[in-house]
């Protein structure tokens, strides 16, 4: 069936993948990008170099580039030409699982499940294995926290489908809390502060 196929497929893509370690720094090396159905490229012989621990924002026009900058970053897409290296190891095909595992992406579109502030933090962990002190730790420094004490089943309060309950402000916050959470090497935000006030977003 459907089910066994996908699975089949997934460990014969895990059969080939190869982990890849991120101690020092990201590099991008003359990377130039074309999508198939364009004549140009949309990102054409970038250089840089991010350092571990560095903070860096990408600041441009719609359609300078930046979505697809960003997903070349994170492995969804193959640079056309040129080299993304971790550490001055190439990132291949091989190496997207292990790459991946490592980031936290914070993105404007929450994907909120129908269940608890606590299954929403932890998100895609078994109940039985959730931390609870990293999930309170990870609301205090989104700023949710107080938001949450407040309602009547603290964090085990139903947030309705979608995070229905909830504000914007209060959606993105529950998606930064999961970031931190994870506890990944990076946290990518894509515009993930842009519901929340001035102050809270300064926080």
């Not at 964090?155 to 998606?175: C, H, M, P, W």
Request: hydrophobic content about 35%; proline content about 0%; glycine content about 6%.
């Amino acid at each position: 069936d459907v089910i066994n196929l996908i699975d089949e497929r997934f460990n014969q893509s895990m059969s080939f993948a190869k982990n890849i370690n991120f101690d020092e720094k990201i590099e991008f090396k003359n990377v130039s990008f074309k999508y198939e159905t364009h004549d140009s490229n949309v990102i054409k012989n970038i250089n840089f170099k991010i350092l571990k621990g560095s903070k860096i924002g990408l600041i441009g026009a719609t359609g300078s580039g930046k979505s697809t900058l960003l997903d070349l970053f994170v492995g969804l897409l193959t640079p056309t030409s040129g080299e993304m290296l971790i550490d001055d190891i190439q990132l291949t095909h091989e190496h997207h699982y292990s790459w991946r595992e490592k980031i936290a992406y914070v993105s404007q579109n929450i994907n909120l499940l129908d269940d608890t502030f606590l299954i929403n933090i932890a998100f895609g962990e078994n109940k039985e294995s959730i931390n609870k002190d990293r999930v309170i730790w990870a609301s205090e420094r989104a700023q949710i926290s107080n938001f949450i004490n407040n309602c009547d089943q603290g964090y085990d309060t139903f947030i309705g489908e979608n995070g229905v309950y909830l504000s914007g402000g209060q959606k993105q916050r529950i998606a930064i809390a999961r970031a931190l959470y994870k506890n990944s090497l990076i946290i990518v935000f894509d515009e993930a502060t842009s519901a929340l006030d001035t102050e809270t977003e300064k926080s």
